[in-house]
């Protein structure tokens, strides 16, 4: 009897685990997306910002860390921008709404692209909320960062200068 | 080797699963305070409480929180001593005199570090009243597993209990209690998640209530409560929640927990809530509770010289008895992005009847021992 | 007799739990992290409902533990 429940408990815990076969790693190419921009009516894809330093974060508008993160990078963003840095910042919320509402409290000026059905999350292998990756101009990876806490904003502003420095 | 463990090692071992830079650290790094008023009043002017309690979580770097609360209890009211029979041989509940008001004062603070995928946390109070002192130390470990879909919670406490009793002098005890919790919490599907959670306690000491007595019918005399010298008690609390996205968002709570002890008591509780978004930021909850338990091995309602012995109790809360209960709450919830990030307001009315016949394969010992209460609670909780 | 009976009760639930189990991706967790599906919303008022109940009623225990929401870092 023993034995059975043992048997049960596993095969749930099985059924929920999933691998990415496809993970990413630091040093491979940015995987290339094609998402709808929220301000615009044409897609953006990961190719419209070669040759700059991106901050792709992957967020919701449920994730509380990333209602710490979005002021901090509003603020990166406006600070860097000019020398060729870049957030573009995948919303996965199911419904719209909610990122709207986030919006009205964190307003931001950088690209927000929408991925309702998770697609590119799961290309990304996202494996917790919220994951961002660092890419470099020629679209590799060079950092990738899993959850959000205000302190965190140093060490990556030091990896973006780093970055920034660096040739094509 | 098990097979969990042959799967773990099978999953290391497959190409690109990466360890990514693992980031420690609490969700939440928000400080917050609550402050929550309750009354609670017995029906036939039995007893009152009136409750204040103001907690405060604050993190701590990047892997601490720490967190205390602060509770002010102050009671009034009669409340029943024995049971007697009449001159027809039915029973009578008599109530102590309505005089005293009594306070409780507790303190309790904890303190967790957040690893990636653990959780632990330790903590202690202590609870003051004119008769009752009691002082705890607890401590807990949670583990996150698959992704963070399932967590598995183990808990363990010890708390000792100084006991004295106005109007007894005599009365100079003590009691210790052991609790243990063992549980997982498992997110199902994108809608739902169970729980199910395992306690163990044990008690030792001074386990009486030396203001309760016993009848002697055929003496027409009392003697004081007297119980064993120690308790075991095991409950098995399971809990569901379902989403229901076309209910705009609702959500359905039902609880289930089994109830055994070795003083021959045997419980079923059932809680059923729906948690109903209405508006921007309010909710409404109507909540359900049922209540069936088993009188103790040594309870009567009165006794007689011949069935008396060492250990006899008449206290009502150990007799067999069912409670139905039914009660509402509002919430409204206000999220901002300045300094304070989030106010809610709640207030809750619940009412609860307590009566022989409501137990489930009772005897129904007759409703002598019947009340009903009602609960009220308003609080403000604030996130900064 | 009452063993067989927990056997069974557990083997029920158990059952269906694991019927239901389906791998949720860290992006889809959104319902989950609602305050209405959190086990643990008020803990003031649950604490006073539990401290009510167990000096009114025999039974105690089983509450306790954390998990679901949303699984953030």
């Known amino acids: ?168 | 080797m098990s097979l969990i463990n042959r799967l773990s090692l099978a999953a290391l071992a497959l190409p690109g699963i990466v360890a990514e830079d693992a980031y420690a650290g609490r969700v939440d790094e928000t400080f917050s305070t609550d402050f929550q008023y309750a009354h609670y009043e017995e029906s036939n002017d039995r007893m009152e409480v009136d409750v204040f309690n103001l907690t405060a979580v604050a993190p701590i770097g990047k892997n601490f929180t720490a967190s205390l609360d602060l509770v002010r209890d102050t009671m009034s009211g009669a409340s029943p001593v024995l049971n007697v029979k009449d001159g027809q041989g039915n029973v009578q509940q008599f109530l102590s005199s309505a005089s005293i008001t009594d306070e409780r004062d507790a303190l309790n603070a904890s303190l967790s570090y957040a690893f990636d995928d653990v959780d632990l946390s330790i903590g202690g109070g202590v609870s003051d009243e004119n008769d009752y002192f009691s002082g705890h130390v607890n401590a807990g470990v949670s583990w996150a597993l698959n992704k963070k879909l399932t967590t598995l919670n183990l808990t363990g406490s010890v708390a000792f209990d100084e006991i004295t009793a106005t109007g007894r002098p005599e009365i100079n005890e003590t009691k210790t209690s052991q609790k243990y919790l063992l549980g997982v919490t498992q997110i199902l599907n994108k809608d739902s998640l169970i729980q199910s959670n395992m306690t163990f306690a044990y008690h030792n000491g001074y386990l009486s209530d030396p203001y309760k007595r016993v009848y002697i019918e055929d003496t027409a005399t009392q003697v004081n409560d007297a119980r064993p010298g120690n308790k075991f008690q095991w409950a098995w609390l399971t809990r569901y929640v379902h989403h229901f996205k076309a209910a705009n968002k609702a959500a359905l709570h039902a609880d289930y927990r089994l109830y055994i002890d070795d003083w021959g008591v045997d419980a079923h509780t059932v809680e059923l809530s729906w948690f109903q978004p209405i508006a921007d930021g309010w909710q409404i909850v109507p909540r359900f509770r049922y209540y069936t338990q088993d009188k103790a091995d040594f309870y009567q309602a009165t006794f007689t010289s011949s069935n008396l012995g060492a250990i006899h109790s008449s206290d009502y809360r150990l007799a067999g008895f069912g409670s139905i209960g039914a009660g509402i709450k509002l919430t409204k919830s206000f999220l901002m992005s300045g300094f304070v990030k989030e106010v809610k307001l709640q207030a809750a009315f619940d009412y609860n009847d307590r009566k022989a016949s409501y137990q489930i394969g009772g005897d129904n010992s007759g409703s002598f021992d019947d009340y009903s209460f009602y609960m009220v609670t308003a609080s403000i909780n604030a996130r900064f | 007799m009452k063993k067989n009976k927990i056997k069974i009760i557990s083997l029920v639930l158990i059952l269906a739990a694991v019927s239901a189990c389906t791998p949720v991706k860290p992006w889809e967790r959104g319902n989950l992290a609602l305050s209405q599906m959190a086990l643990d919303a008020d803990g003031q008022e649950a604490a006073f409902r539990q401290h009510t109940f167990y000096s009114k009623e025999s039974a105690s225990g089983g509450y306790g533990g954390h998990g679901g929401g949303c699984g953030c870092n």
């Open chain 1, 1 to 168: 009897m023993n034995q059975f429940y043992k048997k049960l408990a596993t095969a749930c815990l099985l059924l929920s685990m999933s691998f990415s076969i496809l993970a990413l790693e630091i040093g491979k190419s940015a995987p290339e997306f094609s998402l709808p921009n929220i301000a615009s009516t044409t897609l953006s894809s990961l190719s419209d910002y070669r040759g700059q330093v991106i901050y792709l974060d992957f967020w919701a508008s449920w994730c509380p860390p990333c209602r710490t993160s979005f002021p901090l990078l509003e603020a990166l963003y406006k600070k860097h921008n000019k020398a060729g840095f870049v957030v573009v910042a995948i919303n996965i919320d199911e419904e719209i709404e909610g990122m709207e509402r986030f919006l009205t409290l964190y307003p931001a000026s950088f690209d927000i692209l929408r991925d309702p059905e998770g697609e590119w999350a799961d290309t990304y292998a996202i494996e917790a909320m919220p994951t961002s990756f660092i890419i470099d101009k020629s679209g590799m990876i060079r950092h990738i960062h899993s959850g959000f806490a205000k302190s965190d904003i140093v060490e990556i502003e030091t990896k973006i200068t780093e970055l920034l420095a660096e040739g094509l």
